[in-house]
């Protein structure tokens, strides 16, 4: 048994080309994992129909930072998982705001 992990799952195309390759691979069987699930976001034609088996906790669909993830190299060491806002970022100076 594989298990597939992932830190978050948006459009689903990391996650989906990952399991369609170890598909190919004939493993016994596949499980996924996703720490973060962003809701009410399309998924690509090749995710749609993949299910998580693990879900850490879902988001909106929002640009995240934090836990991780991050813009343009900043953020990642914050361990809250922040809602970016890029509307704000050139009015900063570093051009950066999280709200």
Do not use: C, W
């Not at 689903?12 to 994992?33: F, R, V």
């Amino acid at each position: 048994t594989v298990l597939l992990v992932d830190d978050l799952i948006d459009t689903g195309l990391t996650m989906a080309e990952s399991y369609h390759h170890l598909n190919n691979q004939a493993p016994k069987a596949i499980e996924t994992l996703v720490v973060m699930e962003k809701l009410e976001v399309p998924r690509t034609a090749l995710a749609v129909g993949l299910k998580m088996d693990y879900v850490g906790f879902q988001i909106p669909p929002k640009f995240i930072v934090g836990a991780f993830t991050d813009y343009n190299e900043h953020f990642r060491s914050v361990a809250d998982v922040i809602v970016f806002d890029s509307s704000k970022k050139s009015t900063l100076k570093g051009g950066m705001e999280v709200t």
